[in-house]
Each structure stands twice: as structure tokens, then as C-alpha cells.
Nanobody, 126 residues
Framework: QVQLVESGGGLVQAGGSLRLSCTAS????????MGWFRQAPGKEREFVAA????????SYADSVRGRFTISRDGAKNTVYLQMNSLMSEDTAVYYC???????????????????WGQGTQVTVSS
């Protein structure tokens, strides 16, 4: 069992930046593909970004590419989401997710992830 705990959410003005963190329990972090998803009010949860087990490969939703960066630190069992140039449309609850085995073309699919965090709220004021 893997537990994921997100942090770093908050209120920020449009154009600002935030960095989200997600720390995983246990000693299996290096075996997990990690992802970030988000859910805005009244909308379905959507894929944001993902990073492979050793961090050599990343994937982004078109809406965040060039503004957000996903990274991981194996020594800290932590995955990060650096969010720059934030817009009001980025307002959502952000969820961290982990997967034992997911193909590159399935990174955006919620069903491919085995574990989820509780979510952290990001609010961007315009």
C-alpha cells in the first residue's frame, strides 16, 4: 500500500507561481510512475502531467505545457509540480497519483493509477 500526501496549494494571483509537492510512503517510490490530475468545480477530473519511474520521461496536458513542470526526487520520495504563469482556468483541486505499471500512451487515463492523494486546492484570482 502506498500513501500519497500533497501539499503546497493555496491562493495566488493570475500570473503567479506555486509549487505542489506529493510525498509517497514506503520504499517503492522508484518503482512508481507519478502523475498529477486536477478537478475544477463542476468538471470532471483531468490529466495534468506525469513522470516516469526514473524521471527520464514526462508528459503534459496541452493546457499546461510550457507553464508547468513535473519533477521527482527519489531521495525524498517526492514528486513536484511547478506551476508558473497561472491563470484562473487553473483553479482546481490537484491530485497526486501513482501507478505500478502504465504505458506511455495511457498516462492520461485515471484508471491506470493505483493510488491517489487527498488533493490540494489551488485558487487563482484574476
Amino acid at each position: 500500500q502506498v500513501q500519497l500526501v500533497e501539499s503546497g496549494g493555496g491562493l495566488v494571483q493570475a500570473g503567479g507561481s506555486l509549487r505542489l509537492s506529493c510525498t509517497a510512503s514506503g520504499r517503492t517510490f522508484g518503482s512508481l510512475t507519478m502523475g498529477w490530475f486536477r478537478q475544477a468545480p463542476g468538471k470532471e477530473r483531468e490529466f495534468v502531467a506525469a513522470i516516469s519511474r526514473i524521471g527520464g520521461s514526462t508528459s503534459y496536458a496541452d493546457s499546461v505545457r510550457g507553464r508547468f513542470t513535473i519533477s521527482r526526487d527519489g531521495a525524498k520520495n517526492t514528486v513536484y509540480l511547478q506551476m508558473n504563469s497561472l491563470m484562473s482556468e487553473d483553479t482546481a483541486v490537484y491530485y497526486c497519483a501513482a501507478s505500478w505499471l502504465v504505458a506511455a500512451h495511457q498516462l492520461a487515463l485515471e484508471g491506470q493509477y493505483n493510488y491517489w492523494g487527498q488533493g490540494t486546492q489551488v485558487t487563482v484570482s484574476s
